[in-house]
């Protein structure tokens, strides 16, 4: 992964303008790096797999990660959470500008698609890997989710709506990213759909886990403002801290049996990343 981590470090361009910040802007919130997860499940597939494809689906994976990025900047901006802190660092929008946080945002978004298109692979493997993230992150998926969480943000909804707003807000990105190591490796039609529906599972374990360290851990630990708000629709104002925790642990047995049907290649692919993740509820 370091490897990886190091390629990301160059991946995105300085920009020839004589505008003041916009490439300081572009580079601030990917200063402070982020776990890298999406990427890591993606080349974790593609290593099970087809190792010697590893290199030339780095820029799919730095994709993911820059999409996720601009998510995140615009997840922050005062229209929806109004976030002043991400990773640690000031958010854009208090940095800089709105209008800032905004274009860099779109900037973002539209280089995740540049960065695709321009990976060394087959053109019918990136017209895929294209659709998917646009489907997955797009209209029906993250922004679908998004919506519905900022439209219900004071009107409580039933678990299976709250299942239903995050799989769409956060899982979905995280089940793409397995879905596309997959295209990238040509496996059959049935594992894709195993893969996609793990990392639905995954991706909704990921978002109660979040819901769980927010109101245990410290800004500090967290690198954003935390503390229960209970005008937001989590698992936590829905069903309370003890519930959400049985909730978790109930969904990490479920992804921990799910893996153990997977073939060997893919499992020790995946495994320190799964394990560093399936319980962090609890430490």
Do not use: W
Request: proline fraction near 4%; glycine fraction near 6%.
């Amino acid at each position: 992964m370091q490897s990886f981590a190091n390629y990301f470090n160059g991946v995105v361009p300085k920009i020839e303008t004589f505008h003041p910040h916009y490439n300081d802007a572009i580079r601030h919130i990917l200063s402070a790096q982020g776990k890298l997860f999406r990427p890591q499940l993606l080349l974790s597939v593609v290593e099970a797999y087809e190792p010697m494809l590893l290199e030339s689906s780095y820029p799919v994976a730095a994709a993911l990660e820059i999409f996720h990025t601009y998510s995140l900047i615009h997840d922050d901006l005062p229209c929806m959470d109004n976030s002043p802190l991400r990773r640690g660092l000031e958010t854009l929008h208090i940095k800089y500008t709105e209008a800032t946080a905004t274009l860099i945002g779109d900037g973002f978004n539209t280089y995740a698609f540049e960065l695709i298109a321009r990976a060394p692979l087959r053109a019918d493997v990136r017209i895929d890997l294209v659709n998917i993230l646009a489907s997955n992150g797009g209209l029906s998926g993250m922004v679908l989710g998004q919506a519905i969480d900022l439209e219900f943000e004071n009107s409580p909804l039933k678990l299976e709506e709250v299942e239903i707003l995050h799989k769409n807000k956060t899982a979905k990105l995280i089940a793409a990213s397995l879905l596309m190591g997959a295209v990238i490796v040509g496996l059959e039609k049935e594992l894709r759909e195993e893969l996609y529906e793990f990392g639905l599972d995954l991706g909704l374990l990921f978002q109660v886990q979040d819901d769980i360290l927010d109101i245990t851990q410290s800004v500090q630990e967290a690198g954003k403002p935390t503390s229960f708000d209970g005008d937001k629709n989590s698992f936590i104002a829905l069903i309370g801290l003890e519930n959400s925790m049985e909730y978790a642990d109930n969904l990490a047995q479920k992804i921990k049996g799910r893996f153990e049907r997977f073939e060997e290649p893919l499992q020790r692919a995946l495994l320190q990343l799964i394990e560093a993740y399936l319980y962090r509820h609890k430490k």
